[in-house]
């Protein structure tokens, strides 16, 4: 695993911008909304975010005069593939990951 994809995440504006499109896989988010939503100048973010390409966690393209930004799924994969692996010497049910995770089932209220 490549330090620069550590170094990406280590700042904390990069780090909120990766957990920003996480949420919005796959579509990804053009720069000017990211942005906005971050509420950070664009001349700041522009570099955060050919950091966290050249890392390989996002990949962009031109939509007419917009760069959309979005999650690379490989480089990604690539990661957290690695902290498993690191973590858990490639067991992942011993770090609480299972093959297939059940989501939580919701409590019901008691009446």
Avoid at 85 to 94: F, S
């Amino acid at each position: 695993m490549d330090a620069d994809v550590f170094a990406a995440l280590a700042n904390p504006l990069r780090l909120e911008v990766f957990r920003l499109l996480i949420g919005v896989v796959p579509d990804g988010l053009p720069a000017g909304q990211i942005a906005q939503r971050l509420e950070v100048p664009a001349s700041t973010l522009s570099t955060h975010l050919a950091q966290l390409e050249r890392a390989g966690l996002l990949k962009s393209w031109r939509e007419q005069q917009r760069i959309v930004y979005a999650v690379d799924s490989e480089g990604t994969r690539n990661l957290v593939g690695f902290l498993v692996n690191d973590c858990c010497g490639g067991q992942p049910e011993l770090c609480g990951y299972g093959a297939a995770r059940k989501p939580k089932k919701a409590k019901r209220a008691r009446v």
